[in-house]
């Protein structure tokens, strides 16, 4: 009776220690999509090329930047619409040329460590990375115009990133989004949401949105399993964005364990702990 208790015992101690170590492993090979918000921006001056570089030497999946245009039709990288907060000058940046945005210091107000880091342009990342990093592109209207679609795709393909599959697009506005699919339906495209509630994601929304996008990136205080499961139900990927930095890491393994396909992070390396 001894024996056949021993045996029992040792039969359920096996397949436990099977079931976690085979539990472990799917969760380690699941795809999970690490963005480096703005590139390494708790470390270096956000959408600089310092920022960038860190970014990328701790391996983060995709590196994201915003495009903005200047008034000489450059594309250059900034998140906010003026220059105010990330240079020590001010006023809106499609009122400066390339050359005049290039004068600005744009890393003192970071620390001066990187007092003289300057505004770049989206070429000169591609020129410094090429295709040893993934590109996860933000674009926008300009004066309520389609301006910048068409010279980002060219130069995409110019540096051969599309048909590397280098790069996904996102924006806020559909219709920036609905030009670039027009112009190449290859590119991947994540459509931006700033939705208030779950009640947003209707059916006829998101037949609206599959019909140009691969995926949804939405705040995450609206993201649960549930909604995941709709969204892939849609063929629909899921990148939650966190507003909250003091609760993003709780956030990122929450909505991880939900089922999402990706996380844009302000903090790279603790994002990629989650994944250990």
């Given amino acids: ?5 021993l045996l029992i015992l040792i039969g359920l101690f096996t397949f436990s220690t099977i079931k976690l170590f085979s539990v472990s492993t799917v969760k380690a090979n699941r795809p999970m999509m690490v963005i480096a918000h703005r590139g390494a921006n708790d470390k270096a001056p956000e959408e600089t090329m310092p920022a960038y570089k860190i970014a990328v030497q701790e391996k983060a999946n995709y590196i994201e930047m915003d ?14 619409p003026t220059i105010d907060r990330t240079t020590n000058g001010n006023g ?3 009122q400066y040329s390339l050359q005049e945005l290039q004068k600005f210091d ?20 591609i020129n410094q990375f090429g295709s040893k990093t993934n590109y996860f592109i933000e674009t926008r209207l300009v004066d309520n115009k389609l301006k910048m679609e ?3 795709v060219d130069l995409l393909n110019k540096k051969g990133l599309i048909k590397k599959n280098k790069v996904i697009i996102e924006s806020f506005s559909a219709m920036s989004l609905k030009k670039i699919h027009d112009i190449n339906n290859k590119i ?27 995926g949804i ?27 909250n930095t003091e609760t993003e890491l709780a956030e ?14 302000n903090h790279i390396s603790d994002t990629q702990s989650l994944l250990k």
């Fill in 1 to 5: 009776m001894k024996k056949l208790i």
């Fill in 217 to 243: 990136g939405v705040n995450s205080t609206l993201v649960n399993k549930a909604l995941i499961d709709i969204l892939h139900q849609n063929h629909l990927k899921v990148y939650p964005f966190f507003f």
């Fill in 150 to 152: 068409k010279p980002l």
């Fill in 67 to 80: 495009l903005r245009e200047t008034k000489d039709n450059q594309l250059v990288l900034m998140h906010d």
């Fill in 92 to 94: 809106e940046v499609n």
């Fill in 106 to 125: 744009a890393g003192s107000w970071f620390n001066p460590t990187y007092k003289n880091e300057r505004i770049i342009t989206l070429e000169e990342l």
């Fill in 252 to 265: 990122q393994k929450r909505v991880m364990k939900d089922g999402a396909d990706g996380v844009f992070t």
């Fill in 188 to 214: 991947p495209l994540v459509q931006l949401m700033l939705c208030t509630s779950q009640k947003d994601f209707t059916t006829e929304k998101i037949n609206q949105w599959k019909k140009y996008a691969m």
